[in-house]
């Protein structure tokens, strides 16, 4: 499976943001998906995580309330809505993925073997 992020920008702080996830190579309702970010100097951060129907989600702390995943699998695609945006927002944003038989949802980075290639978002303040 491929996986191609794209969304990114420079905005002010307030702004919204919505990125997305397109899939390749294979059925997107097979798979987990997830967002992370990593922004400079730190770790690949987990943001948010959806189940293979959708049916189930989890966001990070830090974006609960702002954030929001969605997918669309008739579109081979997962979003990431992104409402209130504050400078500390600022990361490389990516998503990945995993085949999973269940409804699961994958917070864990290790938990993923499919990874798209970032797309920066930039917070302004």
């Known amino acids: 499976v491929q996986l191609q992020a794209s969304g990114g920008g420079l905005v002010q702080a307030g702004d919204s943001l919505r990125l997305s996830c397109a899939v390749s190579?294979?059925?997107?309702?097979?798979?987990?998906v997830g967002w992370f970010r990593q922004a400079p100097g730190k770790e690949r951060a987990f943001v948010a995580a959806?189940?293979?129907?959708?049916?189930?989600?989890n966001h990070a702390d830090s974006v609960k309330g702002r954030f929001t995943i969605s997918r669309d699998n008739a579109k081979n695609t997962v979003y990431l809505q992104m409402n209130g945006l504050k400078p500390e927002d600022t990361a490389v944003y990516y998503c990945?993925?995993?085949?999973?038989?269940?409804?699961?949802?994958?917070?864990?980075?290790?938990?993923?073997?499919?990874w798209g290639q970032g797309t920066q978002v930039t917070v302004s303040s």
């Open positions: 990945a993925a995993r085949q999973s038989l269940a409804q699961t949802i994958i917070v864990r980075r290790s938990g993923y073997d499919s």
């Open positions: 190579g294979s059925t997107l309702s097979s798979y987990a």
């Open positions: 959806i189940s293979r129907s959708g049916g189930s989600t």
